[in-house]
């Protein structure tokens, strides 16, 4: 099931397209919903198939400009970008909150659009506005949503006891919701969103807002989802390392576009395993040129402002600190490091993703 609220403002087109949903809840939504319950796509399509998709809001904002991805059945992808990049929008459409305004959506191959049920149905979202009910405890909101999906009691119980111990929330099930700090809640979140067994289960920005500790057990907990057979993960992050540790592959997103698409170790493989950085006085256009005449920079090299990028590729940084000195660059802040999304995205787009 999916609840309707949204951290922005409200998609007004999403109000014709959830226009079937007063009906559903008149019939019983958990009829409705049983009726679709174990309902597969064919065999062999894709997870998410996105094609051409485009959503302008009223008022003109482009947020998605038209993109197109597949997601394999298993397989956890990540959609990378900064704040303002289109990913909640691209979620939205997925999960039929947001209208498309052109372009095609299909979940385990049931239209977004024309299907709204059943891709609903085979989908589970967890949106980063909490939705748990919190005077109820744990466990007491994860019957309810059980029974709001139709899940039979027999079979609640047990996938509940396996969820709560596959999130660690043993201890604290039977408490109040109140009484969870904002991982545990966080926790509880997704463990609900698995209670309907999903095929596909959409996450927007699932660590955000939380400490750094509490976010690293987080993501021990969905790195752990992985194996759960068949399942599909899609989750949106404007985090590197969050993107780098889930994900089997990484769409960029840009101003409402992707820019790169694949595997975070090929998107990181044109840099080779070292980059140096410094930050010049003086023209980095000039620091670029002459470590190209020496052969130590490619064309990947790149300036922002004063800071240089350089991959050195098979080069060893000796090879580079030779040419700074024999040019008399006037540098500072000289380092080496391993590559990260984050020099793909700036390479891609000679933007940052702050994180
Ligand atoms: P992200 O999730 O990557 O931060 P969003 O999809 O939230 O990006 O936003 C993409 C763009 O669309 C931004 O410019 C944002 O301001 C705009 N936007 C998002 N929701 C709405 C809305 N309901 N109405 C108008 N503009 C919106």
Avoid at 115 to 123: D, E, I, K, M, T
Avoid at 212 to 241: C, F, K, S, W
Wanted: net charge negative; with cysteine; aromatic share 4%.
């Amino acid at each position: 099931m999916h609840v309707f609220n949204r951290k922005e403002r409200p998609d007004p087109d999403a109000a014709a397209l959830g226009a079937d949903l007063p009906s559903i809840e008149r019939r019983g939504r958990s009829a409705v919903l049983r009726s679709i319950d174990g309902l597969v796509g064919p065999a062999g399509v894709p997870a998410v198939a996105v094609a051409a998709l485009r959503k302008t809001y009223p008022g003109g904002v482009e947020a998605v400009k038209g993109i197109d991805f597949e997601v394999r059945a298993g397989e956890v992808f990540g959609l990378l970008g900064p704040n303002g990049a289109g990913k909640s929008t691209t979620i939205g459409m997925l999960t039929t909150t947001v209208v498309p305004t052109s372009g095609t959506a299909r979940l385990a191959g049931y239209d977004v659009t024309s299907q709204p049920l059943l891709a609903r149905g085979v989908s589970s979202v967890v949106f980063q506005d909490a939705v748990v009910d919190r005077p109820l405890s744990g466990r007491a909101n994860l019957e309810l949503h059980a029974r709001l999906w139709g899940v039979g009691a027999g079979t609640a119980a047990g996938r509940i006891g396996e969820l709560v111990d596959a999130v660690g929330l043993t201890e604290l099930i039977d408490r109040p919701v109140a009484s969870y700090s904002g991982g545990q809640r966080r926790r509880l979140e997704i463990a609900r969103a698995l209670v309907s067994d999903p095929r596909v289960l959409f996450l927007d920005e699932p660590t955000v807002g939380l400490d750094p500790r509490i976010r690293h057990e987080l993501l021990d907990v969905i790195a752990g989802l992985r194996t759960r057979q068949e399942m599909t993960i899609v989750l949106t992050t404007h985090y590197l390392d969050e993107a780098q540790r889930l994900c089997d592959r990484v769409a960029i997103i840009h101003q409402g576009t992707i820019v790169g698409l694949d595997s975070p170790a090929a998107l990181l493989a044109g840099f080779g395993r070292e980059i140096l950085e410094f930050r010049v006085s003086g023209s980095a256009d000039a620091a670029i040129a002459a470590l190209r005449d020496r052969g130590v920079a490619g064309s990947d090299a790149f300036a922002v402002g004063a800071r240089v990028t350089v991959p050195l590729h098979e080069h060893p940084p000796t090879d580079a600190l030779a040419v700074i000195d024999g040019e008399q660059l006037r540098v500072s802040e000289i380092a080496t490091r391993s590559p990260t999304l984050d020099d793909v995205y700036l390479h891609l787009t000679g933007e940052r993703i702050a994180a």
